[in-house]
Structure formats: structure tokens, C-alpha cells
């Protein structure tokens, strides 16, 4: 059975950083391109950055810059690196796989069940 899980969320100061992991037990993690998502309260769920097999990465605008992903095939996990945090990053953030080169919501194959960033001003 297919699990992402999702860890590293809290509570941090604007202006600061923080790493969430994804971990992928069950998963032929090599074969997947992962991707994390948000959800801010009130909002729609909304792509942040993702991550091919082949380690190539793509970014929503906004994020780039701030944002790194990253993933350990030997640990079946990846990485979003989060810096210099604003308080409109406040949200839940989702990991995901998908089998396809596309960061919509309906491409991808798995979903975690979100971890909480909140990040004060």
C-alpha cells in the first residue's frame, strides 16, 4: 500500500526556515516525479514546486528563489527547503507523486495528507 507522509511543519518566525520531508514507503520512489502542493485556509490548493525522476525541477512563480526541493532515492523521501518565509506561506502542505510531467492537481497519482506550516509576523 502506497503512503506519503508528510513532516516538518510548525510554527516559525517570518523571516525563517524550515525543511518538510516526504516519505514514501511502498512506493517505487524512483519512478515517480514528486511534487508539493499548499492549501492556505480559505483557498484553493495550489502548486508550489515539484521534482522529475531524473531530478529536473520546476517552480510556481512565486516560490522561486525561496523554495528548493530536492529527493533521496536511496531513502524514498524528498525535500522542500523553505527560506526567508512570509506569512502568506501560512498553509498545509501537501507531497504528491505523479507518473506524468504535469503539476496539476488531477495528474497526480498520490497524495499525503498534508503537513501545517504557520508562520508568524
Known amino acids: 500500500q502506497v503512503q506519503l507522509v508528510e513532516s516538518g511543519g510548525g510554527l516559525v518566525q517570518a523571516g525563517g526556515s524550515l525543511r518538510l520531508s516526504c516519505a514514501a514507503p511502498?512506493?517505487?520512489?524512483?519512478?515517480?516525479?514528486m511534487a508539493w502542493f499548499r492549501q492556505a485556509p480559505g483557498k484553493k490548493r495550489e502548486f508550489v514546486i515539484a521534482?522529475?525522476?531524473?531530478?529536473?525541477?520546476d517552480y510556481a512563480d512565486s516560490m522561486k528563489g525561496r523554495f528548493t526541493i530536492s529527493r533521496d532515492n536511496a531513502k524514498n523521501t524528498a525535500y522542500l527547503q523553505m527560506m526567508s518565509l512570509e506569512p502568506e506561506d501560512t498553509a498545509v502542505y501537501y507531497c504528491a507523486a505523479s507518473n506524468r510531467v504535469s503539476w496539476s492537481r488531477r495528474a497526480m497519482t498520490y497524495w499525503g495528507k498534508g503537513t501545517l506550516v504557520t508562520v508568524s509576523s
Open positions: 511502498g512506493l517505487t520512489f524512483a519512478a515517480y516525479h
Open positions: 521534482i522529475t525522476k531524473s531530478g529536473n525541477t
